[in-house]
Nanobody, 117 residues
């Protein structure tokens, strides 16, 4: 079992920044990747960014490239999402995910990000 605890969501004005954190605990000895999805009201969940745990390769959705940065702290089993130049369309619930070839995939509880215009 793996537990995920997210933090850092909130309300911010357009153009502002927020940093999300997601800490994994439990059976985290075989982490493959971690990342973030988001889901806006009435829309499907979509990937935002991901990072491979061993090599640190990253992936970003086109909509956030150049504005968001994903990073990891392997010692703390934590992934971060630094969000900048936020837009109202970034408003969504952001979900952290953890992927392991042994343990499977786990999801965080979600954290609300609201960007006001």
């Amino acid at each position: 079992q793996v537990q995920l605890v997210e933090s850092g969501g909130g309300l911010v004005q357009a153009g502002g920044s927020l940093r999300l954190s997601c800490a994994a605990s439990g059976r985290t000895f075989s982490t493959y990747a971690m990342g973030w999805f988001r889901q806006a009201p009435g829309k499907e969940r979509e990937i935002v960014a991901s990072i491979s745990w061993s090599g640190g390769s990253t992936y970003y959705a086109d909509s956030v490239k150049g504005r968001f940065t994903i990073s990891r702290d392997k010692a703390k089993d934590t992934v971060y999402l630094q969000m900048g130049s936020l837009k109202p369309e970034d408003t969504a619930v952001y979900f952290c995910y953890y992927a392991s070839l042994v343990e499977g995939t786990y999801w965080g509880q979600g954290t609300q990000v609201t960007v006001s215009s």
